[in-house]
């Protein structure tokens, strides 16, 4: 990994994890200026753990045991009140613990000494400059609202069988499955295919976010930046060590997303990464997240037929219907 990279983010850790020891402090600050007799029975419970630790230096065998008794009697009153104290103000111990965003490494990067899953990911968003996977703060199946899609069933408007509420409630599904299933070789991975405004790149952030929950990493990028991104690569001759990483890494990251297939300016070099992709990934056991504004149709007349065999063949299609949610929810506003 560049060493600017790795640097870049372990600040960033450094300043967050200080970020959250600090809101800590604060809060247990204005908590104790309310109610300074938590304060008060804190100060009293330190005092004695530390004339505790004396006594064990200092004092002989007999003296130590008679003193440490009656200080341990004398912290539990203590501690018992404190917690009384919490409980009437509807608080506990805990609630002063710092809030770090990873429960895991508590914000450090590491876990026995191994670099943490979250750090992994902060690596790669900083690397591929990942704007889009911030959004899955917002973006994930806890968020995702069935309210823009209609329970009317009307083949002919929609194309199915079925009404777009209960489609898109069988592809939530099978998508939250999927992000749970990474490694299985029996999963298939997804194509969405629809119109723009159908919801089809906020149930990828769903996956992805689902995916990085179970401590996966994840890459995002649209199809013109990655194919372009690989291109790039490929033809170019002082190769850095990032570089090659960066290259390497879509090939091996345990979910790899691509939005807006159908929108790049297609060629022959990048024919040939496409198909390298979903090949050496398949081979891999490598999952991969597709979403497209093209039909099946539409792939197969614009892509080569053995990157459309391999839709046909490793992919679950999953097709999105309803009205545009953009423009729905422009409606709501006004």
């Known amino acids: 990994m560049q060493s600017s990279v790795y640097r870049k983010v372990e600040r960033d850790y450094s300043v967050k994890r200080q970020h959250a020891q600090s809101d800590a402090r604060h809060f247990k600050k204005n908590v104790y200026d309310e109610n300074p007799k938590l304060a008060e029975i804190e100060d009293k419970i330190n005092k004695i753990s530390l004339k505790s630790i004396k006594s064990r230096i200092f004092s002989d065998d007999l003296s130590r045991q008679i003193e440490q008794d009656k200080l341990t009697l004398q912290l539990d009153r203590l501690n018992k009140e404190y917690e009384s104290q919490l409980t009437r ?3 506990s111990k805990k609630d002063f613990e710092p809030k770090y ?4 490494c508590n914000d450090t990067g590491f876990v026995n000494n191994k670099i943490c899953s979250c750090f992994n990911q902060a690596l790669i968003n900083e690397s591929f400059k990942q704007s889009n996977i911030f959004k899955i703060t917002e973006e994930n199946f806890e968020t995702f609202d069935f309210g823009y899609y ?11 069988e079925k009404s777009p509420l209960e489609n898109i409630d069988a592809i939530r599904k099978l ?3 999927f992000s749970h299933n990474l490694g299985d070789p029996a999963q298939k991975n997804l194509l969405f295919t629809g119109r723009t405004g159908l919801g089809k790149t906020f149930l990828a952030n769903c996956v992805a976010a689902e995916a990085i929950k179970q401590g996966k990493s994840v ?3 649209t199809a013109p930046i990655l194919l372009d991104k690989m291109v790039d690569y490929k033809f170019k001759f002082n190769k850095t060590e990032n570089e090659r990483e960066e290259y390497d890494k879509i090939f091996d990251v345990d979910l790899l997303i691509i939005d807006d297939l159908g929108t790049e300016a297609m060629n022959s070099a990048k024919f040939s990464e496409l198909f390298n992709i979903l090949n050496t990934r398949l081979l891999k056991n490598k999952k991969i997240v597709i979403s497209t504004n093209l039909t099946p149709q539409e792939i197969k007349r614009e892509y080569e037929e053995r990157i459309f065999s391999r839709f046909v063949g490793d992919f679950i299609i999953c097709r999105f219907v309803g009205e ?5 929810k422009k409606k709501l506003v006004k």
């Open 175 to 177: 998508s939250y499955n």
């Open 219 to 221: 890459i995002y990028q």
């Open 324 to 328: 545009d949610i953009r423009l729905l």
């Open 101 to 104: 965003e990873c429960s895991k």
């Open 150 to 160: 209609s329970s009317n069933y009307d083949k002919e408007k929609y194309g199915i």
């Open 89 to 91: 103000i509807g608080l």
